[in-house]
């Protein structure tokens, strides 16, 4: 349940804390006082879009914190999954500055607005304008209707989506062999290009090195010949031969002298080497315009290929290898081919089967669905109402669009009136209407798995009297097992609630702020016999003491 609520700069709310209860909780006041913008800051804390035009003017930042407690299996499993450890008290924060950046924390640790969004959807449900679109959206009608037996419905679910895997898996295996029919020889066809470009080029490794070494001796032909022959030129001019003649007709006077004659002799030989070595580069040196081009032609298939199978000669030849063995496999696949389409269809056919097990379950449920849905509307004095479960003719066959709900479509259809036929929701239904359909529906459904705080924006809007009563009563019978937020104008849904909470406009130092306060007995008889009465006075005081002493009675016998 959520505890505390802590708002912060929030359009026009300044700084308050909210604390709820157990149970019902009302948000009620007049129109523009700021009970919505509770709700929104709800939103928000849980990860909904934040907009600078929510911060609260001439602030430059908003903060909302949400204490929740009793916290329910889903959002403790969710918690663990993110690895945020959680005892039975959940503390989310978030900020959000007028630079656009956002800050969230949970229990005081740093984590992203959109691990906060996953995780809050375990916590809240929230019914109004926004919803009504949502209900109004055929896609979400197989969900409501799933929701209401959804444990009978797992064996069947979860053979579809092992056999949807399987069929994924078998796909994917004729996939690697090629397919069937054209698209194999399509798949044989561009193999057998690629192996045989690749062949035809005679690749081997390191002769992408070996060019660009050639290609760099060759368009510099013209400067190193220059420069070897002038090399050669004045080594072949030294006067080394002299300078060892003359040391030799003294070195036996001097071991010095010897010595040196002896390292320049070794110089002499290892020149003559050099000369050589030269001498032979030179006469190989032989430039051709058309040699070069030959190499950069080379260079570029080389580059060509690596565009294609591989950024390196080693990865173009495993390439090469792969693609063989792939080509190999492919010419040799019929048998394993005629394999993996006994098994497809195998597995279509028990796809086919579980689909129509689970349309057949869907069926039995949306008959008690509509009978359960049709009873609350007539209690929200709706009795010449009709709501129907259509169910889309299941498809014949076995190679059918599966998806991991079967094959079912399905959509609410609704009348409200007698002897007319039953139509869409969108065409159909109206404001006030579709708000007690909401709230039947919803009644229905209830909390079958954990229980979630459920927020209602003005659900009672467009009715009134004894239909706002019998809300008021649907909307008590789900706060037995759930927490209820709930903004409210009406007198008769306000007197079944556990909780008032006001909230009221005030102006302090020439700036409108929305001012939060949780009413006492008192407090609460005047402003119902306000909002009864249209003012404060004896007679409306006691009719509002009449509405709460009823509510206490009608309360009491739904509780048993």
Do not use: W
């Not at 195998?346 to 796809?351: A, M, Q």
């Amino acid at each position: 349940m959520l505890q505390k609520l802590t708002i912060k700069n929030f359009a026009i709310i300044e700084n308050s804390s909210l604390e709820f209860n157990r149970g019902f909780n009302v948000l009620i006041g007049e129109t523009g006082a700021g009970k919505s913008i509770i709700l929104d800051a709800l939103k928000f804390v849980l990860g909904a879009k934040a907009q600078k035009e929510d911060i609260r003017n001439g602030e430059e930042e908003l903060f909302v914190k949400a204490t929740f407690i009793d916290l329910q299996e889903s959002t403790i499993k969710s918690l663990c999954a993110f690895d945020i450890e959680c005892d039975d008290v959940l503390i989310i924060s978030r900020s959000y500055n007028m630079d656009g950046k956002s800050s969230c924390k949970i229990n005081g640790e740093i984590v992203s607005v959109s691990m906060v969004r996953q995780f809050g959807e375990t916590l809240y449900d929230m019914y109004g304008q926004h919803d009504n679109v949502e209900l109004l959206n055929t896609k979400n009608h197989l969900k409501l209707l799933d929701g209401y037996d959804s444990q009978n419905l797992v064996p069947e679910k979860e053979r579809i989506k092992s056999l949807l895997d399987s069929l994924k898996k078998v796909n994917e295996q004729m996939a690697q062999i090629g397919g069937k029919g054209e698209d194999r020889e399509r798949t044989l066809d561009l193999l057998k290009y690629q192996i045989d470009e690749i062949e035809n080029s005679n690749l081997y490794i390191g002769e992408d090195e070996k060019l660009d070494s050639q290609i760099v001796t060759l368009s510099n032909a013209e400067k190193i010949s220059s420069a070897l022959s002038s090399s050669l030129e004045n080594l072949t001019a030294n006067r080394l031969g002299v300078a060892l003649s003359a040391l030799a007709t003294i070195s036996q006077y001097n071991d010095k002298v010897s010595k040196i004659h002896d390292r320049l002799e070794s110089i002499e030989i290892e020149l003559e080497d050099i000369q050589s070595d030269l001498k032979e580069l030179l006469l190989s040196l032989e430039f051709s315009q058309n040699d070069l081009d030959d190499l950069v032609e080379r260079q570029e298939r080389i580059k060509s290929l690596k565009r294609k199978y591989g950024s390196t000669i080693e990865g173009i030849l495993t390439f090469l290898s792969n693609a063989q063995n792939r080509y190999d496999n492919i010419l040799n696949s019929e048998k394993v081919i005629l394999k993996l389409d006994k098994e497809k269809e195998d597995i279509n056919s028990e796809l086919y089967k579980n689909s129509i097990k689970l349309h057949q379950k869907r069926m039995d449920i949306a008959k008690l669905l509509e009978q359960n849905v049709t009873k609350q509307l007539a209690d929200l004095k709706m009795k010449n109402t009709t709501f129907k479960v259509h169910f889309d003719e299941m498809p014949s066959g076995t190679d059918n669009a599966y998806t991991l709900d079967g094959l079912d479509k399905v959509e609410f259809l609704f009348s409200a009136n007698k002897g007319e036929t039953e139509k869409s929701l969108s065409k159909t239904i109206s404001g006030g209407e579709m708000s007690r359909f909401m709230l039947a529906l919803k009644t229905v459904l209830g909390t079958k798995d954990d229980p979630k705080i459920l927020v209602f924006d003005e659900i009672d809007s467009g009715v009134s009297g004894e239909i706002g009563y019998k809300v008021g009563e649907k909307l008590y019978s789900l706060s037995l097992s759930s927490q209820i937020l709930c903004i409210t104008h009406l007198p008769q849904v306000t007197a079944l609630a556990d909780n008032h909470i006001l909230v009221y406009k005030n102006v302090v130092d020439g700036k409108t702020i929305s001012e939060i306060k949780t009413l006492s007995k008192e407090e609460l008889v005047k402003y119902l016999s306000t909002l009864l009465g249209g003012y404060d006075s004896e007679t409306s005081k006691l009719h509002a003491e009449e509405l709460l002493e009823m509510a206490k009675h009608r309360k009491l016998d739904l509780n048993k």
